[in-house]
């Protein structure tokens, strides 16, 4: 599921990152029978500023996107 997601987030980029982007620690949470959701998650880190302004996916209807960060001691979200 690792290559999956790697493969996922490095298609999403190309072929307009003029810098370089590291995508780490990918993977995908689990769903149980009937759960119609879930969630994907990897660090992506660039050489430069750069701006995830979407994405998309051919394994799922609706992609959203969100961002944590920590704050001091506070993750946010």
């Known amino acids: 599921m690792k290559?999956?997601?790697a493969a996922l987030a490095v298609w999403m980029f190309s072929p307009f990152v003029f810098a370089q982007i590291t995508v780490s620690e990918p993977w995908v949470r689990a769903t149980v029978?009937?759960?119609k959701v879930t969630?994907?998650?990897m660090e992506l880190k660039s050489d430069r500023p750069t701006a995830l302004v979407g994405a998309?996916?051919?394994m799922a209807?609706?992609?959203e996107i969100h961002e944590m960060r920590m704050d001091g001691d506070m993750a946010r979200m």
């Open 3 to 5: 290559k999956i997601i």
């Open 56 to 58: 998309t996916s051919p």
């Open 61 to 63: 209807g609706v992609v």
């Open 39 to 41: 969630g994907g998650f």
């Open 33 to 35: 029978p009937a759960q």
